[in-house]
């Protein structure tokens, strides 16, 4: 179950990188978490996937591109935890002065919990 489980980590940063939100969406389940915490935007909570869809489409416009690389994956039957690096160009002005064009850089650590082969959870600190 652990490899499945770290396709499931794969295909969803690859996704996530194409910015495919549907096909981000397949790995999820109906009634799932996500819970992203930022110093740039604060805590943000999402519960189901048609909520998770309206964040990450709205997410995915601010880049022109993104690109997320795992650095460092731990799994276990029903969890996995991934550090990241995060490197990506702004599509559109940020409130923080960033501007269009620029390339911003980052690091992250995110955490699944897996339930019936899908992403029951998901929770991110960048």
């Known amino acids: ?28 389940s109906e009634d799932m978490i996500f819970e992203s915490v930022s110093s740039a935007s604060g805590i943000i909570n999402v519960e189901g996937k048609e909520k998770f869809r309206l964040l990450s489409t709205k997410t995915a416009e ?5 690109r997320q690389t795992p650095t460092t994956m731990v799994l276990d039957v029903t969890n996995a935890a991934i550090e990241s690096r995060y490197w990506c160009v702004l599509a559109t002005d940020l409130p923080d002065g960033k501007k269009a064009g620029e390339e911003i850089q980052f690091r992250g650590a ?3 919990t897996f339930a019936d082969g ?3 959870r998901m929770t991110e600190y960048l």
């Not at 396709?7 to 996530?16: A, K, L």
């Not at 601010?62 to 993104?66: D, Q, T």
């Open 1 to 28: 179950m652990g490899s499945s489980n770290q396709q499931i980590v794969e295909d969803y940063i690859r996704r996530y990188n194409l910015k495919d939100i549907e096909g981000m969406l397949a790995l999820f």
């Open 62 to 66: 601010i880049f022109k591109v993104r």
């Open 110 to 112: 995110a955490f699944f």
């Open 118 to 120: 899908l992403i029951a």
